[in-house]
């Protein structure tokens, strides 16, 4: 109860105009109290209408009266500041700055509880009786408090728009219905929002359909993303256990050919360690032979030479030696090769199988496939760098910066023999492997076909297996001054588009998408294939006649 009083009194030295505690209290003629500046400011105010009043009991006084501070209740102030209170907290009843004040309040304007339509006001619970007693106001419109009721007078004619023009598509008054907006299609600004409310009412329909749509797709991408997180980590668990057991697998092969060895050396060591020990018993019995013979070749008396001879010329029998000479001195120089040989045969299992994991791996695609870009900045977020394998490359083919480059000599190159190399026809294959998505550009000069393949195609021989485009394993275009035409299983597909010496191809592996595109300032498609890959391509080349003509794989950056 004291603290109750305590506030009373602290309201009692309160400003009535900033409801503050009073600064340099001042007194007006009718007894009420204001902060000196406060009152000035409202008098200010009133100054064109040289009459100022008192904004509690609205008491005029004429003229201006002048302003003195009051001493005693400055220090009575003081002294409620010095005891640590502050002013009583603002009544929850009053507006602040971001609430709506009622518009009959005068001077401590409370919050409004509903602004009116048709009287363009707001009115506190207390201002706001008449509208619920009076017949008056049963037709005004009630809604909850607003700061934009003036945004409904018009400023021109300063009438309620209670029009809307259709043709013009904003609120109006009726008198610019007749005026500047007459002859168009004019309505009520209720039957309009009839209108709309109906049009609203189905956009949210489908905005909650669309709401209720979208939740159920996320809940399906949610439990598709727990799905494939089971799957990779099953797979990422199957695959370390399957690698485990192949490394115990070469690891137990290569302890056993390392025991192979090891007891094959132990036995030829031995065979030769025991040949070895007859060696050197024959050579000691030979030179003890030796030594006697020499003796008796010294003998001076020839009847004891001849006794002697018969028993010390014989020679015991030789051990046979001639196995030592019936192979070469290779030992288990052979064991290497065919370890090595295994290697390769391994390292090019792994290599093609490798290829086809991480297309498969790369082909998980749960979402729909990308679009296909549309800028060149776009393509080059998926730019591939491609290299030329000199081991596919026929011989009349150059390769040079870096193996990106291709050129038709006259004079055939000295590569050395390999499966793998065409032998026909002038063509050539990347080193690296296409899956996923991939963009890349060719610069090209006279006649040049620029080709993806798969790499079984065939490499040797005159037939259409070999060649790019003439056959179910390669696509290619061809490109020359004359145009451009599109090759695939034998069959000729002419294409158009604007000439250029560089041209792009895109690969979108899992969705099956290989596109070529004219490049120059802009990018033109030429020719788009919609199709199945089964096998990881190769990008290719195929010169056709001219000597000279090159092609490049471009560095883009």
Aim: proline content about 4%.
């Amino acid at each position: 109860m004291a603290q109750k009083g305590v506030q009373l009194d602290l309201e009692t030295f309160s400003c009535a105009i900033c409801l503050d505690l009073l600064k340099d209290p001042v007194a007006v003629p009718c007894g009420h109290s204001y902060c000196m500046n406060c009152i000035k400011s409202f008098w200010d105010e009133e100054d064109e209408k040289k009459i100022h009043s008192c904004p509690q009991c609205r008491q005029t006084f004429t003229p201006r009266p002048v302003l003195v501070k009051n001493t005693m209740l400055a220090a009575l102030v003081e002294e409620l500041k010095k005891t640590g209170l502050q002013a009583a907290p603002a009544d929850p009843g009053y507006a602040g700055p971001e609430d709506v004040a009622c518009d009959v309040c005068t001077v401590r304007k409370l919050k409004a509880l509903k602004s009116c339509l048709v009287c363009l006001a707001s009115y506190c619970e207390t201002h706001l009786q008449p509208h619920f007693k009076s017949p008056t106001f049963e037709k005004h419109k009630l809604l909850d408090p607003s700061k934009k009721l003036q945004e409904n007078i018009c400023s021109r004619h300063d009438e309620l728009m209670k029009m809307f023009c259709r043709t013009d598509q904003q609120c109006i008054c009726y008198l610019c219905s007749v005026d500047e907006h007459k002859g168009h299609d004019t309505v009520s600004a209720a039957a309009e929002r009839t209108e709309r409310q109906r049009e609203l009412e189905l956009s949210r329909q489908q905005i909650q359909q669309r709401i209720q749509d979208r939740e159920r797709d996320v809940k399906v991408l949610q439990q598709e993303a727990e799905a494939i997180n089971r799957s990779a980590d099953k797979a990422v668990e199957d695959s370390e256990k399957i690698f485990t057991e192949l490394i115990h697998l070469i690891e137990k092969r290569s302890s056993g050919v390392k025991q192979r060895i090891r007891s094959q050396q132990k036995t030829e060591v031995s065979q030769v360690k025991e040949l070895q020990e007859k060696l050197e018993q024959e050579i000691n019995e030979l030179k003890r032979k030796d030594a006697e013979l020499k003796q008796l070749s010294h003998t001076e008396d020839h009847n004891q030479f001849l006794r002697n001879y018969p028993s010390l010329s014989g020679l015991s029998q030789s051990t046979d030696s001639s196995s030592i000479n019936i192979r070469p001195l290779r030992y288990f120089e052979d064991v290497t090769a065919a370890v090595s040989e295994v290697r390769d045969k391994l390292q090019d299992i792994l290599t093609e199988k490798w290829t086809n994991i991480l297309m498969t791996v790369t082909g998980v695609d749960v979402l729909l496939p990308q679009p296909e870009p549309k800028t060149r900045a776009g393509f080059l977020k998926y730019s591939q760098e491609i290299t030329l394998d000199p081991n596919t490359a026929h011989t009349g083919l150059l390769l040079s910066e870096g193996n990106r480059k291709a050129t038709l000599m006259k004079q055939h190159q000295s590569y050395p023999s390999h499966p793998e190399r065409f032998t026909k026809y002038f063509q050539v294959l990347s080193r690296e492997s296409l899956i996923g998505r991939c963009y890349w550009e060719v610069e090209w000069r006279r006649r040049v076909y620029v080709a993806v393949a798969y790499k079984d195609i065939r490499r040797t021989g005159r037939s259409d297996e070999c060649v790019f485009g003439f056959n179910n394993k390669s696509w290619t275009l061809n490109c020359d001054q004359m145009g451009y035409t599109f090759w695939y299983n034998s069959i000729k597909t002419p294409v158009s588009g604007p000439q250029s010496s560089r041209v792009g191809v895109y690969l979108d592996h899992s969705a099956g998408i290989l596109s070529f595109y004219s490049v120059s300032e802009t990018m033109t498609l030429l020719h788009r294939v919609q199709t199945t890959f089964t096998q990881p391509l190769y990008a290719g080349l195929w010169f056709s006649g001219y000597k000279g003509t090159n092609a490049e794989f471009c560095e883009l950056k």
